[in-house]
């Protein structure tokens, strides 16, 4: 199981950027998930390879879209090649397909707004900074 332990050994502030993204694209797609996909069936999010409980704290409920696009992202990010890891817009080498890139897009679009609204002024900073 892929967990913020595994990535420790390697190399600190490796297992901070990954841990921190692993994080934030739980939180995004979650957010996206609670607001836009109200009516349709969600379950517990599962992953074999990643502790959900362990990077988010709490336990998340997602649509099957979500969570197929989660369990995804968490898989690419898991394993990119790229360190430091550049922002996926600016990154030479995509590894989304077209149709996945679309959707994160659209999910980091919505759910970036939506947090920085609520009050989290952080995601802006990392944003701009």
């Given at each position: 199981m892929l967990a913020l332990t595994t990535f420790m050994s390697k190399n600190d502030k490796l297992s901070q950027d990954i841990s921190r993204d692993w994080k934030t694209l739980v939180e995004f797609i979650n957010v996206y998930c609670s607001n836009r996909h109200i009516d349709s069936d969600k379950n517990l999010f599962d992953l074999k390879t990643h502790n959900i409980q362990e990077i988010y704290g709490q336990d998340v409920f997602l649509c099957p879209s979500c969570s197929k696009l989660l369990a995804h992202a968490l898989t690419k990010r898991s394993y990119c090649p790229m360190h430091p890891k550049p922002?996926?817009?600016?990154?030479?080498?995509?590894?989304?397909?077209?149709?996945?890139?679309?959707?994160?897009?659209?999910?980091?679009?919505?759910?970036?707004?939506?947090?920085?609204?609520?009050g989290r002024l952080d995601y802006l900073f990392r944003l701009l900074f």
């Amino acid at each position: 199981m892929l967990a913020l332990t595994t990535f420790m050994s390697k190399n600190d502030k490796l297992s901070q950027d990954i841990s921190r993204d692993w994080k934030t694209l739980v939180e995004f797609i979650n957010v996206y998930c609670s607001n836009r996909h109200i009516d349709s069936d969600k379950n517990l999010f599962d992953l074999k390879t990643h502790n959900i409980q362990e990077i988010y704290g709490q336990d998340v409920f997602l649509c099957p879209s979500c969570s197929k696009l989660l369990a995804h992202a968490l898989t690419k990010r898991s394993y990119c090649p790229m360190h430091p890891k550049p922002a996926c817009r600016r990154c030479p080498d995509h590894c989304y397909s077209p149709a996945y890139r679309e959707a994160i897009r659209e999910v980091m679009q919505y759910s970036g707004k939506k947090l920085v609204l609520s009050g989290r002024l952080d995601y802006l900073f990392r944003l701009l900074f």
